[in-house]
């Protein structure tokens, strides 16, 4: 059963600072995606990761995929306020024919002045 | 172009009477998938489907849900007999197909249990 984990669940960061956010998965699988949601709200695609190496930017936030580890980074560089949301990642089941989809637990950003 | 459409945004209910979501997938897609989302977790997958079929169900519960995507109209989660424990955020996804594509959530619809 594939299952996907975060760290951390909860991080509270100063503005300007650097941090990494983790998702490891447990099986093989060919996508990886990266959510933002704000408090109440829907979810906002971020990113796409479709192969081995895969590192893609906006704005401050950078996300790169290693399938050997089965490991994805969401990097945050010089935090600000209106980063502050819950970040998700999510990974395909690779042994099925479509997108189901399995969600880590979540990571609950703030970005403190 | 509209995104992915849930009504209502909000909806009590008391024990015992039924729940019904709906879902309007964006424009130009056909496969919907319904997410359940309890307070501080993640979202968890329930059901995908194509017009007018079930592809997959096994995330949801074998008794009081039901799902359906009919030909014509919205995507429709079904719950009937509700209980306490289904108060949750029901999130409802769309995507032109599969492979390769984020998918696109509604706004989600909350879910009380009075």
């Known amino acids: 059963e594939l299952k996907v984990e975060q760290n951390p669940l909860f991080l509270s960061m100063q503005e300007g600072k650097n941090y990494t956010i983790y998702c490891n998965y447990s099986t093989t699988s060919d996508r990886l995606y990266w959510y933002r949601q704000d408090p109440g709200k829907s979810l906002e695609s971020l990113f796409v990761l479709l192969s081995n190496g895969a590192v893609k930017q906006e704005g401050r936030l950078m996300a790169s995929l290693d399938t050997k580890a089965r490991l994805s980074t969401l990097h945050i560089t010089a935090a600000v306020h209106d980063l502050s949301a819950t970040y998700f990642c999510?990974?395909?089941?690779?042994?099925?024919?479509?997108?189901?989809?399995?969600f880590g637990p979540g990571t609950s950003l703030s970005v403190i002045p | 172009n509209a995104g992915v459409m849930q009504n209502p945004r909000h909806l009590v209910r008391r024990r015992g009477q039924e729940a019904r979501l709906r879902c309007s997938p964006m424009?130009?897609?056909?496969?919907v998938y319904w997410y359940r989302q309890l307070p501080e977790e993640g979202l968890k997958f329930m059901v995908y489907l194509q017009k007018e079929n079930i592809i997959d169900e096994s995330g949801m519960p074998k008794e009081r849900f039901s799902a359906e995507f009919p030909k014509e109209g919205p995507s429709i989660l079904r719950i009937q007999q509700v209980v306490r424990g289904d108060s949750a955020a029901y999130f409802c996804a769309s995507s032109p197909s599969s492979g390769a594509q984020p998918q696109h959530f509604g706004d989600g619809t909350r879910l009380s249990i009075l």
């Open positions: 999510a990974v395909d089941r690779a042994e099925t024919s479509y997108d189901k989809v399995i």
């Open positions: 424009k130009g897609h056909s496969h």
